[in-house]
């Protein structure tokens, strides 16, 4: 067996946990917030998603390329001060961002539900994560550079499992707020959690942020990663507040939440593949000393996906009826239909996003976003065109041709 099909193996057999308490989680929000609370629930994280990106400034892939660099070179002192200045930039850039959020919140309420900031109060709760989340993932840079893949998997697995207990106290307690206080607990988990476990892979003196290692430098060589990966992920994220805001609009805020439960589910499996390329793939292709090895690397990814894929989303679309009132409740059986459309195209996006990668670790960071923005245009177009006709069936449908005619400007690209 390969090294990646090594990492997927582990970060399957964590995703398989993490399915298991997201089906718990999910139940447990479909039942007591029914499906307009499972709406609106889902636009506050789209809402927050954005908003961790921008404080995290898109740095991710940079900082994970950089300290895997300095730690295959047994540079340990440029990999220490990588990690301090990431860690105290990001950590003032998402407490910022988090207190101009909640400075805006009805401004932002409105924006995303049309609700003239009757919502704002949530918003303020979910921005609260925001330094937690960001620091959290210093950590699981450092545990991907060093491709510590046990100690990453057990750091998400203790995560998921803890959070569980957490949702379940608060939902009940308190409703959608208590959901929205849940996530915090998440991320307050995970960091936790990963800084143990990254104390474990690396010496504590490397992984401690300390203000006398701070480099600009650092933060600069950064930067050219952060634009892409900022653009990027905002990119897909605005996507889906603006699709949603839409249905929220239209339709009304129970159709948004089976349309984002569909995708929540359509998407769940692709957890240990999106894993597997940040914890292993992406930091093995930035290490390729040659094309040729490149190319080997892609070509396995590639192989071991198209084996795992299409059986998988096979079984979930025979069984999307009976699965939706198991995981969720009768209100979310009309979710099913979605699959059919969703699942084919998940096929086509984890296709682009293999090849995407290898884009990022050579530096063609133009090629990656104008792609990328390319196809978030298609969706909202094809989207804009079908909603008023199909509902959201037509959206699932533009869902699926855009990212068939994503995976094909990047085959043709890459």
Known sequence: MSSLARAIALFTGSSFIGTLTQIAKGKLSALILGADGVGILNQLVSLWSLFSVVAGMGFYNGIVRHL?????????DNFSRQVSSSFIFLSFTSLMLAGAGCIFSAYLSHLIFADHGERAELICLILLSLPIFTAGQIYRAILNATRSVNHLVRARIAADVSSVVVLAILILLWDLRGAVLSYIGLHLLFLSFSIWFATKAVRTDLISPQPAKFDWSHIRKNAGYGLNGLI?????????????????????????????????VGTVYLGALSAAASGYYFPTLVASKNNQELHHHINDALSLYFYIVPPIAVILMTGGDIMMIILFSNEFIPAAALLLLLLPGDLFRITSETLNLPLIAQNKLIQCTVLYITWALLYIFISYIMMPQFGIIGIAFAYLISHIINSFLHLTIA
Request: aromatic content about 8%.
């Open 68 to 76: 895997s660099q300095s730690w295959s070179a047994d540079d340990r």
């Open 232 to 264: 990027m992920v905002a990119a897909g994220i605005l996507t889906t507040l603006c699709i949603s805001r839409w249905i929220i609009e239209e339709l009304g805020p129970a159709q948004n939440g089976i349309f984002s439960t569909a995708i929540k």
